[in-house]
Structures are given as structure tokens and as C-alpha cells.
């Protein structure tokens, strides 16, 4: 999951831990946040179990990055927003993406870049 600098370091002051502890910047300088080794799955993910279908709850919920809020839905090669995860087992469940999402991509988009 990417997140801008503005979301790491309040993800930071929030949960006490370094910024290296929860994410890691690709090739292009992006932050992502970090999987756990023991469950692969977010870091914030409160969960005992490595299946993609175990319960778990996020333990930033309240402070989640706005790529988090908008989860599952992406940005097509269009720029219009839709729900394309194959991994997530609850796809099915969330309703198909407005303009108002496919916005708020954008914008991140444009912050990530930033």
C-alpha cells in the first residue's frame, strides 16, 4: 500500500514506531507499507494468522492512509476507479467505485509523486 510522507509521519507519531518499521520506499521513492514477516499481511493488521481469510482488525484504523480508505478500489490505465484485487477475499462484498474515489486517487496519486 503506498502512502505519502504526510501519512508516514503521522503513522509515526501515532503508533511510537519508526518510519522504517512500517514502510520502506520503492525504486522511485514511494513509501509502501510494510507486510509482517510472521502473518504477510500490513504491519497494522492486528492478526495471529497468515491466512488471507483470517479475522484481524487495523490497529491504526483511525489514523489509515487514504490508499486504506479506498481499498480495494484502483485506478485503471483510464483514470477511472474499480475494484481489481484478486488477493483481497472480500472484493465481492464492496460496492462499485464513484467519481468521488476515483478523485481521491488522483489526488494521491499526485501526492505520492510529491
Given amino acids: 500500500m503506498p502512502i505519502t510522507a504526510t501519512e ?3 503513522l509515526s507519531r501515532r503508533t511510537g514506531m519508526a518510519e522504517s518499521d512500517f ?3 520503492d525504486e522511485l521513492g514511494i513509501r509502501r ?5 510472521s502473518t504477510k499481511a500490513c504491519v497494522f493488521l492486528a ?9 484481524g482488525i487495523c490497529s491504526v484504523y483511525d489514523s ?13 490505465d483510464e483514470d477511472i476507479a474499480i475494484l481489481d484485487d484478486e488477493i483481497c ?3 465481492d ?3 462499485e467505485p464513484d467519481e468521488e474515489v476515483a478523485l481521491r486517487l488522483l489526488n494521491l496519486e499526485a501526492k505520492l509523486k510529491q
Fill in 8 to 10: 508516514a509521519s503521522r
Fill in 23 to 25: 514502510c520502506s520506499k
Fill in 33 to 37: 507499507l510494510l507486510n509482517s514477516q
Fill in 47 to 55: 492478526t495471529e494468522s497468515d491466512l488471507p481469510t483470517a479475522p
Fill in 64 to 76: 489509515r492512509p487514504l490508499g486504506c480508505k479506498t481499498y480495494p478500489s484502483v485506478l485503471n
Fill in 89 to 91: 477475499p472480500h472484493t
Fill in 93 to 95: 462484498e464492496f460496492d
